[in-house]
């Protein structure tokens, strides 16, 4: 499955962007989903998971502000981000976990949340 992030760009604190995932190649319907992020200078971290059976989890400091979903007849992931913060700042990756665990990344898309 190939991968491609949309959505990003330049946000006030406060915005609620929405982040789309597009895929191609395969169907997302049996891949366990998830968004990622990069903040400059740090490590990759999960932002928001979803599971093939509809299950979602998130980290900590995005709980209750980001949703994750997706779209099975679009075969595209979507990640809802309200009440942004300057912390939310980073790129983010979108990435597909096929049954046979083979994991696909997409290049990104950048985010810049200004207070």
């Known amino acids: 499955v190939q991968l491609v992030e949309s959505g990003g760009g330049s946000v006030e604190a406060g915005g609620s962007p929405k982040l789309s995932c597009a895929a191609s190649?395969?169907?997302?319907?049996?891949?366990?989903m998830a968004w990622f992020r990069q903040a400059p200078g740090k490590g990759r971290e999960g932002v928001a998971y979803?599971?093939?059976?509809?299950?979602?989890d998130y980290t900590y400091s995005v709980a209750g502000r980001f949703t994750i979903s997706k779209d099975n007849t679009q075969n595209i992931l979507y990640l809802q981000m309200n009440s942004l913060k300057p912390g939310d700042t980073a790129m983010y990756y979108c990435?597909?976990?096929?049954?046979?665990?083979?994991?696909?990344w997409g290049p990104g898309t950048q985010v810049a949340v200004s207070s």
């Open positions: 990435s597909a976990t096929s049954p046979a665990n083979y994991d696909a």
């Open positions: 190649g395969s169907s997302i319907s049996d891949y366990q």
């Open positions: 979803l599971d093939n059976n509809g299950g979602t």
